[in-house]
């Protein structure tokens, strides 16, 4: 079986300064890695994942992840956060892309303060 | 497309009352989810349905749950009778096959549900 712990339920951080939201996942088979937001009262957007290749991926929007096989993680990181990155983020695995069911962490409360 | 699309977004209802939760996945979509989100166990997977068949419902908490996919464009989940530990946020989601770019679910804005 498949889990994901995200170290931090929640994660204040200053405009414009850089942020990381830990995850980590325990699995005997390998697994795809996504990053989900939610904006309050919003369902789940994707973010960015990690399927194959490059090891380092990135979003739209400035938030990048990578891939550590080794260490079991695909932190997430932006170098300078906006107001509007204030959300809750998801880190999920499945063993298969999309057509199987996603495991999510617990999620990580990014609040962006003025 | 419109995304995927729930109704209601809210529900109010008494214990032992039947609550219905509907999902109308994106088209062309074979893979439909029913997730709940509660504040102790976060998001978990009650069921999935490919091509309107139930793959696995091992998430499904006890009998009072039960989730049918009659056609590609409609999913319902009902909760017969209700109780207050059934309050959460249910998502529904859906994605292609994957020989069709199916790497990602979509999700839809999902049901709040209380129980009083």
């Known amino acids: 079986a498949q889990s994901v712990t995200q170290l931090d339920s929640q994660v204040p951080v200053f405009e414009e300064a850089p942020v990381e939201l830990r995850c980590n996942y325990s699995?005997?088979?390998?697994?795809?890695l996504f990053w989900y937001v939610q904006y309050p009262n919003q369902g789940l957007q994707l973010l960015l994942k990690y399927l194959s290749g490059s090891t380092l991926v990135e979003s739209i929007n400035g938030f990048e992840a990578e891939f550590n096989k080794s260490q079991t993680s695909f932190h997430l990181r932006k170098p300078s956060v906006h107001i509007s990155d204030t959300a809750e983020y998801f880190c999920?695995?499945?063993?298969?892309?999309?057509?199987?069911?996603?495991?999510f962490g617990k999620g990580t409360r990014l609040s962006v303060i003025a | 497309d419109a995304g995927v699309i729930q109704s209601p977004r809210h529900e109010v209802t008494e214990m032992g009352q039947e609550v219905t939760l509907r999902c109308k996945p994106i088209?062309?979509?074979?893979?439909l989810f029913w997730y709940r989100q509660t504040m102790m166990r976060g998001l978990e997977l009650l069921i999935y349905f490919n091509n309107n068949v139930p793959i696995d419902d091992s998430g499904m908490p006890e009998d009072r749950f039960s989730a049918k996919m009659p056609n590609a464009s409609f999913s319902n989940l009902k909760i017969q009778p209700s109780e207050p530990r059934d309050s959460a946020v249910y998502f529904c989601?859906?994605?292609?096959?994957?020989?069709?770019?199916?790497?990602?679910?979509?999700f839809g804005p999902g049901t709040r549900l209380t129980v009083l």
């Open positions: 989601a859906s994605s292609q096959a994957p020989g069709a770019g199916g790497d990602t679910q979509y």
């Open positions: 699995s005997s088979v390998s697994v795809y």
């Open positions: 999920a695995v499945s063993l298969y892309s999309g057509n199987t069911p996603l495991v």
């Open positions: 088209s062309g979509h074979d893979y």
